[in-house]
Nanobody
C-alpha cells in the first residue's frame, strides 16, 4: 500500500515562507516522479511543481516560478516544497502525488497516488 503524507502547512502572512514535506512509503521512491498540486476553495486542482525520480528534472507553474522550489531526498523517501514570498493567492490545500514516468508531469490525471493534503493560508 502506497502512502503519501504531507506536512508543514499553516497560517502565514504575505511575504513569509513555508516548507512542505511529503513522506512516501510503500514503493520504490527514487524511481517515481513526484508532484505538488494545490486546490483553492471553489477552484479546480492545479499543478504547482514536479521533480523526476533522480531530482535532475524539475518544472513549475508560471504562478510560482522563482518563488517555490521542489526537491527530494531519496534516502529519506521525502519530497519538499520550499515556498518563499507567499501571497494570498497561494492559499490552498496542497497535495503531493506520485507516478511513474515524467512525460506531461503537469497533468493531474497521470498521477496514481495522492496524499490527503495540507492547508496553506496566506493572510494579507
Amino acid at each position: 500500500q502506497v502512502q503519501l503524507v504531507e506536512s508543514g502547512g499553516g497560517l502565514v502572512q504575505a511575504g513569509d515562507s513555508l516548507r512542505l514535506s511529503c513522506a512516501v512509503s510503500g514503493r520504490t521512491f527514487s524511481s517515481g516522479t513526484m508532484g505538488w498540486f494545490r486546490q483553492a476553495p471553489g477552484k479546480q486542482r492545479e499543478f504547482v511543481a514536479y521533480t523526476s525520480g533522480s531530482g535532475g528534472s524539475t518544472g513549475y507553474a508560471d504562478s510560482v516560478k522563482g518563488r517555490f522550489t521542489i526537491s527530494r531526498d531519496n534516502a529519506k523517501n521525502t519530497v519538499y516544497l520550499q515556498m518563499n514570498d507567499l501571497k494570498p493567492a497561494d492559499t490552498a490545500v496542497y497535495y503531493c502525488a506520485a507516478r511513474s514516468g515524467t512525460a506531461s508531469a503537469h497533468i493531474i490525471s497521470l498521477y496514481k497516488y495522492w496524499g490527503q493534503g495540507t492547508q496553506v493560508t496566506v493572510s494579507s
